[in-house]
């Protein structure tokens, strides 16, 4: 089984880092963001090749890691010219990851769940995709008023919601790459909504909130860096 990784973007979000590194490789402790995601898929998922999408910046990522070799892996790349919303990018790699199941996951984010126990869960509902989610909370930034026609029924202020968000990892069937245009930007939530309109099956795998760290900003960016900083003791 092959894993993809989507490193293409150009992580707006985080100017001016990224002018001149790209997000992925961005230092969390002692080594880029990209690197903690393939020893997490080689050493959670069992997966030693890997598909890399990648676009701005590529050399940066090709340079370091090379075919893979010295980080115990086996490292393609899929390149585009331009950046592509995240299923643009997936298909880029189509031509690498015809006839068996694979996972995809995003550049940007640290997982640290049991990749292992997705993919048995996966196989065995044979699953079209299968997302892994995590519950998240968050307080409106503005109260609610509840009408009735004219009348106000309700003020709640600055209310809490609950749910579960997509955390950027997926099981996949190669079918699933059909459905995206060859071309044009196109997002995964795009390609998962036209699954679920095809009645095809996908799965959801929740994993707990400590599994997983967005990379979204420069606020989340430093706040895990202090924290991976910290796991290495004093320097």
Partial sequence: MKAVILAGGLGTRLQPYTFFIPKP???????????????????????????????????????????????????????????LATAGQLKTAERQLQG?????????????????????????????????????????????????????TAWREKPEISGLINIGCYAMEPEFLKGIPNSG??????????????????KAFEVDSNSFIDIGDKKSYLDAYKQFASRLGKI
């Fill in 100 to 152: 068996d199941t694979f996972v995809c996951v995003y550049g940007d984010s640290v997982y640290e769940f049991n990749l292992r126990k997705m993919l048995k869960m996966h196989k065995e509902s044979r699953a079209f995709v299968s997302m892994a989610l995590m519950p998240y909370t968050t307080r409106l930034k503005y109260g609610f008023i509840d009408t009735k026609e004219s009348d106000v």
């Fill in 185 to 202: 930007s196109f997002g995964m939530d795009d390609a998962v909504r036209k699954a679920l309109g095809d009645k095809k099956t996908v």
């Fill in 25 to 83: 490789m961005l230092p969390l402790g002692n080594k880029p963001l990209l690197e903690y995601t393939i020893e997490w898929l080689k050493n959670a998922g069992g997966l030693k090749e890997i598909v890399i999408c990648v676009s701005y910046l590529h050399r940066t990522i090709e340079d370091y890691f090379e075919d893979g070799a010295r980080f115990g892996v086996k490292i393609e790349y899929a390149r585009s010219d331009r950046p």
